[in-house]
């Protein structure tokens, strides 16, 4: 049994899950969290379809000495689609705030370009937070020297790590802004393997995931066709991202080209992505959150850390299963 465990920074409960079967559980250690410098944030994408991942990533950071400490926590954008959901998420930054400044952290790197404007916009007008510093994984990972195999990519993409591979950036939507991700995943890719699409940077065009929250399905599509057909178009071999959310769309609502992750490249882990949809089910909250969210009608499934409830219960437990709703999560002690 593959099994990864984490003791999350902001909370100090343990959380494990069994990856073959996605269930977690969540052990309320009962204790104050330990002081963290630097956290690696990998965001709700990455631990529901790629815990290998998170665990490889967190080994590299954490062999580096880049940081000292995880958190499995979400940033809280998902929750502004929640009934309710501009107070609940004001709610949870709140609560977020307090425990970064009681924490004394001083840096987040952040997998997801969707949690790294999150923070920063949840951090920026409150003294506790403002000068919190937050990285994106990708330009952390190229400024320790790591670059992507081009064997590797051809191996895992075309299926011949003899062959020349062509990929082309798709670069997020959260990410026009600052342009980090996009700047990092060009300094992973192999010189002579990347080709950029006629949309990219700050004019590229959304994978779809966006509209796809919101329940706009056609429209989502249709943001992945024309990513997909760009891509075609300049001969690449495969689309390559530094989103999750965008890496599951583009191979979901397209059939141009497959995506890739550049995590995937990067540790020579494939994942299988016809099937990653039915891990996409799990968030973690705080638990004075999720009182909250199950009040609100939610389909989603969160499950709860380091709040005043359930403190010191041990094996508290959820699963990254649609069938399980949050009255569902509620009965199970979560």
Request: hydrophobic share 40%; glycine share 8%; with cysteine.
């Amino acid at each position: 049994m593959e099994t990864f465990q984490f003791v999350d920074a902001l909370t100090g409960d343990v959380v494990t899950q069994d990856y073959a079967t996605g269930e977690v559980f969540v052990e309320a250690s009962g204790d104050a969290p330990r002081q963290a410098r630097s956290v690696f944030f990998p965001g709700c994408s990455l631990i529901n379809y790629a815990m290998p991942l998170v665990d490889a990533v967190y080994q590299t950071l954490q062999q580096h000495e880049v940081v000292d400490g995880i958190s499995v926590l979400c940033c809280g954008k998902i929750l502004s689609y929640e009934p309710g959901g501009d107070g609940i998420r004001a709610s949870f930054e709140e609560q977020l705030r307090e425990h970064v400044a009681a924490c004394g952290i001083e840096r987040f790197v952040c997998a997801c370009p969707n949690c790294v404007k999150a923070l920063r916009d949840a951090f920026a007008d409150d003294p506790r937070t403002s000068d919190v510093e937050i990285a994106v994984l990708p330009a952390v990972l190229a400024d320790l020297g790591y670059r992507i195999d081009a064997a590797t990519a051809a191996d895992l993409v075309v299926g011949d790590a003899g062959k020349q591979v062509m990929l082309c950036p798709h670069d997020s939507c959260p990410d026009r802004e600052y342009g980090e991700f996009a700047d990092g995943l060009r300094a992973l890719l192999p010189e002579g393997c990347w080709v950029d699409p006629e949309h990219c940077r700050r004019h590229s065009v959304c994978c779809g995931s966006l509209p796809r929250a919101a329940g706009k399905t056609a429209a989502a599509d249709k943001c992945a066709e024309l990513c997909g057909r760009e891509s075609h178009e300049v001969q690449a071999d495969a689309i390559v991202t530094a989103c999750m959310s965008c890496a599951f769309q583009l191979n979901l609502a397209q059939k141009h080209l497959p995506a890739v992750h550049f995590l995937e490249l990067l540790y020579a882990w494939r994942l299988n992505w016809a099937s990653a949809g039915m891990w996409m089910r799990l968030r973690f909250l705080f638990d004075e959150t999720l009182g909250v969210t199950r009040r609100a009608g939610s389909t989603r499934t969160f499950a709860g850390l380091g709040g005043c409830s359930g403190a010191g219960d041990a094996d508290q437990r959820t699963a990254a299963d649609p069938s399980i709703s949050d009255d569902d999560v509620a009965d199970i002690g979560l």
